[in-house]
Nanobody, 123 residues
Framework: QVQLVESGGGLVQAGGSLRLSCAAS????????MGWFRQAPGKEREFVAA????????QYADSGKGRFTISRDNAKNTVYLQMNSLKPEDTAVYYC????????????????WGQGTQVTVSS
């Protein structure tokens, strides 16, 4: 049974940092791109960042460029999202997912999803 478990969310003041982790179990995803998405209250889920299977390519939404860094450790079957200089508008539930088809930026390309972790940034 495939399972993705996010951790590292929480409450942080604006300007602070958080590091999200997503541990996969049930199978290895070392050959798959992985991504992070987020969903704020009342809004649709949106792309945040993605990383290719070997870490050579990463992509970011404009909202996180220069502040967020995605990385992965295939030996641990884990992907990370380092978030710096957090803003109140970064408040959302953050989801990690495994890309199974197509564009790394498109939600439709992801076949496995975690349950999400809440990130709240206070002003």
């Amino acid at each position: 049974q495939v399972q993705l478990v996010e951790s590292g969310g929480g409450l942080v003041q604006a300007g602070g940092s958080l590091r999200l982790s997503c541990a996969a179990s049930g199978r290895s995803f070392s050959n798959s791109a992985m991504g992070w998405f987020r969903q704020a209250p009342g809004k649709e889920r949106e792309f945040v960042a993605a990383i290719s299977w070997n870490g050579a390519v990463s992509q970011y939404a404009d909202s996180g460029k220069g502040r967020f860094t995605i990385s992965r450790d295939n030996a641990k079957n884990t992907v990370y999202l380092q978030m710096n200089s957090l803003k109140p508008e970064d408040t959302a539930v953050y989801y990690c997912a495994v890309n199974t088809y197509g564009s790394m930026r498109s939600e439709r390309g992801y076949g496995y999803w975690g349950q999400g972790t809440q990130v709240t940034v206070s002003s």
